[in-house]
């Protein structure tokens, strides 16, 4: 089995938490948990126990290696995900056999932040469309901060905001929009 990363044999088997075992490349330090062993675990899991993860605040120790990884379980190309919006933090995924990577630190941050229980959430449509979404939500942000100033943008905002909680919008809309409202 070779590491991703390194590209040979370097795996040694490692417990990564009770009842879940791992293989951690002795080089890089990378992680793979195979689909079996992962699943094997998160059933062993009390729900109850299992934190709501918020992934709002994330501050990462972590660098990813950018590089196309291959699976050391199958040889398919593994696939990566983004796990939060805006945030550059990724996780190697195989679609064949689903095996996940870890670069150095990964696993070890997910476990601290209560999130390495949710692994397989993160691969799932409905999180990576949510991820989609917000990160398109915070581009069309930064465009009109650009192109209104900071000053308009909170203005504008602020002005929106009242507006369209208003029972009388559209009367407010239509005389916002009149070139001249005191034209018979
Ligand atoms: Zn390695
Ligand atoms: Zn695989």
Avoid at 12 to 29: F, I, K, S, T
Avoid at 39 to 63: G, I, N, Y
Wanted: net charge negative; charged share 30%.
């Amino acid at each position: 089995m070779d590491c991703p990363v390194c590209k040979r044999a370097s795996f040694q088997q490692q417990d990564l938490d009770h009842n879940l075992v791992g293989r951690r490349c002795m080089r890089c330090e990378g992680v793979w948990i195979s689909a079996t062993e992962y699943w094997k675990w998160v059933k062993t899991r009390d729900a109850a126990e299992q934190a709501l993860f918020d992934a709002a605040e994330v501050s990462l120790p972590v660098e990813n290696v950018g590089q196309a990884k291959i699976c050391p379980e199958c040889g398919h190309l593994l696939r990566r995900y983004k796990v939060w919006p805006n945030v550059k933090f990724y996780l190697d995924r195989c679609s064949s056999c689903q095996g996940v990577w870890f670069d150095r630190d990964e696993w070890e941050y997910l476990k601290a932040q209560g999130a390495h229980e949710h692994i397989h959430e993160f691969f799932g449509s409905l999180w990576q469309e949510d991820i989609r979404e917000q990160e398109a939500r915070q581009c069309l942000e930064d465009l009109y901060l650009t192109r209104f100033g900071a000053e308009d943008y909170a203005r504008i905002k602020e002005i929106r905001a009242w507006l369209w909680e208003h029972p009388q919008q559209g009367a407010l809309l239509a005389y916002l929009s009149d070139k001249d409202p005191y034209r018979m």
